[in-house]
């Protein structure tokens, strides 16, 4: 029996020779890749992170002018706004204006400014050290009975700000309130959490 032996050249490729070896796929998936991720990337951004730039005094001492902040749009939708948050809202939606605000009177809480000083509920707010006595009580002389879904917001720099005493801000609504400020990003000497 005459036996035939059959040897196949077998060309073996080291590791290094297999891994500088691109293929036009892989060129493909990486830019598909790129591509995916920048796309998760400003969809995060846009609609789940805001950033604001604060336009006048009205939050001193706590936020100034010019400083640039950054709003978390996405803490409110498994809670809600509670008492002392910062938050943005909107002030005149067909205009784009947004104000920059401290919650003071939750849904269900009747507020009332007396002496220059919040009354929630008859009782005198306690812990309210963000701003200085008020001159002006303005529509909150009188108690407002806040319903299921309005909040009465307050400027830190409570004598230079347009806030919820005034009837052309009044109370805010749940739905008009964009987002809690978050992160101070600049100045950079102030960079950090806004408490």
């Known amino acids: 029996m005459n036996e035939e032996l059959v040897f196949e050249r077998i060309k ?6 297999e891994s500088s070896r691109i293929t036009a796929l892989d060129v493909v998936w990486f830019i ?8 998760v990337c400003v969809l995060i951004v846009s609609f789940c992170f805001q950033r604001t730039v604060i336009d006048g005094t009205s939050m001193e001492p706590t936020l100034s002018e010019n400083e640039s902040a950054i709003v ?9 706004p509670k008492r002392f948050d910062i938050v943005v809202f909107e002030y005149d939606k067909g205009n784009g204006i947004h104000y920059v605000k401290r919650v003071i ?10 002496d220059g000083y919040v009354y929630i509920n008859g009782e005198k707010l306690e812990g309210d050290d963000y701003g200085a006595k008020m001159f002006n009580p303005g529509i ?5 009975t806040l319903a ?14 347009a806030d919820s005493r005034y009837a052309d801000v ?10 809690k ?4 990003i600049t100045p950079l000497s102030k960079f950090g959490t806004v408490e």
């Open 181 to 184: 400020v978050w992160l101070r």
């Open 12 to 17: 073996v490729e080291t590791p290094a020779q």
């Open 105 to 114: 009177g939750l849904p269900g809480e009747t507020v009332q400014i007396k």
């Open 72 to 80: 978390s749009k996405i803490s409110y939708i498994f809670s809600l």
């Open 140 to 144: 909150a002389s009188e108690p407002i």
């Open 32 to 39: 598909l890749y790129i591509i995916c991720i920048c796309l």
């Open 170 to 179: 009044g109370v805010i609504k749940r739905s008009q309130i964009v987002g």
């Open 148 to 161: 299921d879904d309005e909040y009465f917001m307050l400027g830190d720099n409570r004598n230079e700000s």
